[in-house]
C-alpha cells in the first residue's frame, strides 16, 4: 500500500471521476473505472471487497423494490391516455383564461408527478400532449415550452419519487419521511409556477391568450362531470401508495407494490389496458431498472473508496470550516450542488455527493431530512440548467419540427422557472417546518 494523505487522495479521486465524466465515457463505467484503479493501485486487492460489500448491501436494500414498482406505475400512466384526458377537461375549465393552457399543462405535470417518476417520461408526455395546442393558439413558444420543462421535473420530488427512493438509502433517512417531506414543497413549487403564468400572462396577454369561445361552449355538469371522471383515477393511485405510508399500513416498497396493483386495475377499468401496454411497460421498466441499479452499484463502489481514504473527513472539514458560520457552508453545498447539477446527471450527485454531505448536517446544526430535501429541491434545476439539461433536450425531441421550437425558445422559457425555484429554496430555508411538519405526523 502507498502512503498517501487523505487530502491528496481525495484532490486524485475527484479530478480522475471529473475527468471521467467530461471525457464523454458513461458514467457508470468512469464510476467503476476510477475505483477499481485507484483502489488496486494505491490498496491492493483487499479493496475488491470493500467495493463488494458495500454494493452487495445498496443493492439488497429492500427500498430497492420500490424503483421497478413506480416505474411501472409511470409507465402504464404514460401509455394508458389518461393524462390526455385529464388535459382535455382541465382545458374546458381553464381554456377561458389568459394563460389557461399554460396553467392546464403545469396542473397535468403536478398531477402526473403523483404517478410519473421518470423526469424524461413526464416532458415527453407534456410535450406531445400540450405544445401543438398551445403553440397553434398563439402562445409564445417559450412560455409553453417552459410550462412543460417545469411541470416534466415535479415528477422527480413530488413523491412517490425514484430520487427520494435513492436518496434516501444512500443518506441512511426513512423513505416515507422523505416523501411526506417532499409533498408540500412540490405543491408550493407548483403553486410559484402557476403564480408566474398568471401575472406574466396578465402583463403579456398577447404570450397566452384564452382559447376560441367554440372550444369553450360546454354545460357546467359536463365539465364538473369530466373533470372528476378524469381527476378520481389519479387520486385512487396517490392514496393507494401515500396513504398507505402516512397511516404505517405499508412500508415503502410494499406501498410500491399497492400502487402499482392499483395503476393496472384503474387501466383496466378506463379501458386502456392491452397486452401491447404491458409488454411496453414491462420493458421500459427493465430499462430504467437496469440503469439505476448500474449507476448505484458503480456509484457506491467509488464512494467506499472515497471514503477509505478518509475522503469525507477531508470533506466534512472543508465545509466546516467556511466562513459565516452554518449558512456559509449551507450556501456553499448549495452552489456545489447547483454548479454539479449542470454536468452531471442528479442520480450521480446524489449516490457521490449526499451521501457524504447529508451526514455533515447536524455538525451545522441543520435537521438531516430537511438538508437532504433543500438538496432534492436544488437538483430541480439541474434538469433546465445547459449543457446537461435533460428536460430541455427531450422537450426538443418530442416537439414535432413543423412547429419550429428551437433550444433557444426553450432556454428562455425555464429561466423564470429556474429563478423560482431559487425562490422556493430561501423560503423553505427561512421555514424549514414547511418540509417538516407533514413528517412528524407519520404513524409508525
Known amino acids: 500500500m502507498i502512503d498517501i494523505s487523505p487530502e491528496i487522495m481525495t484532490l486524485v479521486l475527484v479530478v480522475a471521476v471529473l475527468i471521467g465524466i467530461l471525457s464523454g465515457f458513461h458514467i457508470a463505467l468512469v464510476l467503476i473505472g476510477v475505483a477499481t484503479i485507484i483502489g488496486y493501485f494505491f490498496v491492493g486487492p483487499p479493496i475488491f471487497w470493500l467495493m463488494y460489500s458495500r454494493i452487495n448491501n445498496m443493492i439488497m436494500n429492500h427500498n430497492m423494490l420500490a424503483i421497478p414498482l413506480f416505474t411501472f406505475m409511470g ?3 404514460a401509455h394508458s391516455m389518461l393524462a390526455e384526458n385529464l388535459y382535455g377537461a382541465l382545458h374546458l375549465w381553464l381554456g377561458r383564461l389568459r394563460g389557461g393552457l399554460a396553467l392546464s399543462t403545469l396542473i397535468l405535470g403536478t398531477i402526473i ?14 410535450t406531445t400532449i400540450s405544445l401543438r395546442s398551445m403553440v397553434e393558439r398563439g402562445y409564445s413558444k417559450s412560455l409553453a415550452c417552459g410550462v412543460i420543462c417545469a411541470g416534466g421535473t415535479l415528477g422527480i420530488l413530488i413523491p412517490p419519487s425514484i430520487m427520494l427512493v435513492i436518496l434516501g438509502m444512500t443518506a441512511s433517512l426513512s423513505v416515507g419521511k422523505l416523501f411526506f417531506g417532499a409533498f408540500v414543497p412540490g405543491f408550493i413549487l407548483s403553486g410559484l409556477y ?28 359536463k365539465k364538473i362531470t369530466l373533470l372528476l371522471g378524469w381527476v378520481f383515477p389519479p387520486l385512487v393511485i396517490i392514496m393507494s401508495v401515500l396513504g398507505t405510508i402516512f397511516f404505517g399500513i405499508a412500508t415503502v416498497y410494499e406501498a410500491a407494490g399497492v400502487g402499482a396493483t392499483a395503476t393496472l386495475l384503474v387501466t383496466v377499468a378506463c379501458r386502456r389496458f392491452s397486452l401491447k401496454l404491458m409488454k411496453d411497460a ?22 467506499g473508496v472515497f471514503m477509505y481514504f478518509g475522503g469525507k473527513d477531508v470533506l466534512s472539514d472543508l465545509i466546516l470550516a467556511m466562513p459565516f458560520g452554518r449558512w456559509g457552508a449551507f450556501f456553499a453545498v448549495m452552489l456545489t450542488a447547483f454548479v454539479l447539477g449542470m454536468f452531471i446527471d442528479w442520480m450521480s450527485i446524489i449516490l457521490i455527493v449526499v451521501s457524504i454531505l447529508v451526514p455533515i448536517a447536524p455538525d451545522l446544526g441543520f435537521d438531516p431530512l430537511w438538508f437532504a430535501l433543500m438538496l432534492c429541491v436544488n437538483l430541480q434545476m439541474s434538469f433546465m440548467t445547459p449543457p446537461l439539461a435533460q428536460a430541455i433536450f427531450v422537450c426538443q425531441g418530442s416537439a414535432e419540427p413543423d412547429l419550429g421550437v428551437t433550444s433557444g425558445d426553450i432556454i428562455r422559457g425555464v429561466i423564470p422557472f429556474v429563478v423560482l425555484i431559487i425562490v422556493a429554496l430561501a423560503l423553505f430555508a427561512v421555514f424549514p417546518g414547511v418540509m417538516l411538519w407533514l413528517p412528524s405526523k407519520m404513524i409508525g
Open 113 to 126: 408527478a403523483t404517478g410519473l417518476a421518470v423526469v424524461q417520461a413526464s416532458v415527453s408526455m407534456l
Open 75 to 77: 409507465v402504464l400512466l
Open 194 to 221: 402557476l403564480t408566474y403564468v398568471v401575472v406574466r400572462c396578465g402583463l403579456q396577454p398577447q404570450i397566452g391568450p384564452p382559447a376560441p369561445v367554440e372550444e369553450r361552449q360546454i354545460s357546467f355538469g
Open 282 to 303: 414491462m420493458r421500459e421498466t427493465l430499462r430504467v431498472t437496469g440503469f439505476v441499479m448500474l449507476i448505484t452499484a458503480c456509484a457506491n463502489a467509488v464512494v
